[in-house]
């Protein structure tokens, strides 16, 4: 433990822990609308096909990261355009997701490269971020807090009740499209510190803890940051004095914290439950008497 | 008693889908604290009704006015209670974020109502006796709880103009009573007026002022005695029906086509003989 300072004094730590922190942000903040509008599987596949963006962006000059993104964005519509309803989405994003990893496979064949690379798009490796892509993250970092900021309140309104937002005059539609296109964003940036593979680690698993052991959707955004931070920033220190990958920590870690809510969960939701009983007997609510 | 300020007016409205024409020529004017029910066979346009007021559907012609203006999308004068559905499990929310969504759900930019909005969320969980479970998680209430945080979300932000869309739908006659009386007491109390969408008619019946049935593009609009009598009702439906006056029950038989809306049918959740309901004037025959 008395490397860490030594670590943190690196100039290549430094650079990884401000990405992962970013990172870890933006896909906290994103988590618990992912576990509200039940997208777990939007995410796996929009982080999926961004590794066919990446492969394309390698093969035309080395830019994975710009390639994922463009790759991630151009599903994001495809999911839109195909799947409007929440079944029809699924299946389409799986027919989306069968045809664009054949096709990552492919342009990764073309590729003649470091093989070294092809496995960072899937597994994840932060220590290599160079200064201009660290910046980069930063602005989408910015970018996907920005948004969520502005759209919170409608996006949670039409994720949670999407009939009344609709009523009350929020643009349910577009705000859906809205997030998917936040997603794709926050997605790629994920990708580059737990790989494409792994991403539902820190995209889904802090949210689904969060929301285990609160029913307030404050504090379970709240709670879904505090855990994305944990898992990447402290996977991302454990895995120094490794020869392993920091996403195997950040994974383990990640899903660590998941069972612990799992497991102090119920203790909270039964408090919730004896409230909720309490007030079923409310004298008021008692049937008529018949006939 | 003072003219009461209209609000809501129709002059003949029309609204169509393509070729498929809903209702045409509606001249219609819901006056400050009055309760309009709205019923008709399924596809009749009651809910295209709701959402030319929320400013969602367009007229095809004529004009509509909600509170004085043109309908706008988020109008904070006008309150939506829709139809009790389940909440799903796992949703981390709790009554009091139903409701809040109600005052400032669809504001962008974090423009939230602060500290007044919390006192406001306050008194309307009050208000329907919901202050008790209000840090629950929704999903783990039941269907009348849930639908008295319904009606909490939509009174919050005090509005003038309540559309209901068939809120007594799936729950029991205890729940019914109360959604209804709490519906009743926001119209008394705020003068709002209430457009109220449902199959039917019966519990609501006491404090119904008017009805507009509609059917197949044709309309009828009077009080529950004019317009729940056998030949207004066939002249409307184009075809024989039957209008029985059961106790304080309506009961109309043979209207075609018009699936599970009114045809005669007794629902279990439904009183067979309401000893205890308040009665406004000539309700029973």
């Known amino acids: ?291 | 008693m003072s003219a009461p300020q209209p609000r809501v007016t129709l002059t003949g409205a029309s609204l169509a889908y393509g070729q498929r024409t809903l209702w045409h020529d509606v001249d219609l004017t819901v006056s400050a604290g009055e309760f309009l029910a709205v019923l008709g066979p399924n596809g009749a346009g009651k809910t295209s009704l709701l959402s030319v007021l929320l400013g969602l559907t367009p007229l095809s012609a004529g004009s509509v006015t909600v509170n004085g203006h043109a309908p706008a999308r988020g109008a904070s004068h006008v309150g939506y209670i829709p139809q009790q559905s389940a909440v799903e499990s796992d949703l981390p929310v709790r009554g009091r974020d139903l409701v809040r969504m109600g005052l400032d759900g669809h504001r962008f930019a974090g423009r939230g109502a602060g500290r007044s909005g919390r006192a406001r969320v306050d008194a309307a969980l009050a208000a329907v006796g919901a202050a008790r479970y209000a840090d629950a998680p929704v999903a783990l209430l039941s269907g009348g709880e849930q639908q008295r945080l319904r009606v909490a979300q939509a009174l919050v932000a005090d509005p003038a103009v309540l559309l209901c869309d068939e809120p007594l739908l799936s729950l029991d006659l205890a729940n019914q009573r109360t959604v209804t009386a709490l519906i009743d007491a926001h119209r008394r109390r705020a003068g709002a007026a209430v457009l109220f969408v449902t199959h039917e008619i019966n519990p609501v019946l006491p404090l119904v002022d008017r009805v507009l049935y509609l059917v197949a593009g044709r309309w009828s609009i009077g009080t529950p005695d004019e317009v729940f009598t056998t030949e207004s009702l066939s002249a409307l439906y184009g075809a024989p029906v039957d209008v029985l006056r059961v106790r304080d029950r309506i009961v109309v038989v043979g209207a075609p086509d018009t699936g599970h809306s009114g045809d005669g049918h007794d629902h279990p959740e439904e009183p067979a003989a309401a000893g205890g309901r308040r009665h406004r004037g000539g309700g029973s025959g």
């Open chain 1, 1 to 291: 433990m008395n490397l860490l300072p030594f670590y943190l004094s690196l100039p290549f730590v430094q650079h990884a822990l401000l990405a992962a922190t970013l990172v870890a942000v933006a896909a906290g903040l994103i988590g618990p609308f992912v576990v509200v509008r039940g997208a777990a599987f939007a995410v796996h596949g929009t982080a999926e096909l961004s590794f066919t963006g990446a492969a394309a962006g390698l093969l035309l000059g080395g830019h994975a990261l710009a390639g994922a993104l463009i790759g991630s964005l151009l599903v994001a519509t495809a999911f839109a355009v195909l799947g409007d309803k929440a079944r029809e989405r699924d299946t389409a994003i799986g027919v989306v997701l069968g045809f664009g990893l054949g096709l990552g496979v492919y342009l990764l064949g073309l590729y003649h490269g470091f093989a070294t690379e092809a496995t960072n798009i899937l597994f994840g490796q932060i220590f290599g971020v160079s200064g201009p892509q660290l910046v980069l993250l930063g602005v989408l970092a910015v970018a996907v807090m920005a948004v969520i900021g502005w759209v919170y309140r409608p996006l949670l309104f039409a994720s949670v009740d999407p009939r009344v937002a609709a009523a009350r005059g929020v643009p349910t539609r577009l705000l859906g499209l809205a997030f998917l296109y936040v997603l794709a964003v926050t997605v790629t940036e994920t990708a580059q510190v737990v790989g494409t593979l792994l991403v539902l680690s820190l995209a889904i698993t802090p949210a689904a803890a969060a929301s285990r052991l609160s029913s307030s959707p404050l504090v379970v955004a709240g709670l879904s940051v505090l855990f994305a931070l944990v898992a990447a920033d402290g996977g991302l220190l454990a895995s120094l004095p490794t020869n392993q990958r920091a996403s195997v920590f950040i994974t383990a870690i990640s899903f660590a914290t998941y069972v612990l809510a799992r497991v102090a969960g119920p203790a909270v939701t039964r408090r919730a439950r004896d409230r909720a009983a309490a007030a079923s007997a409310d004298p008021t609510l008692l049937p008529g008497v018949s006939g």
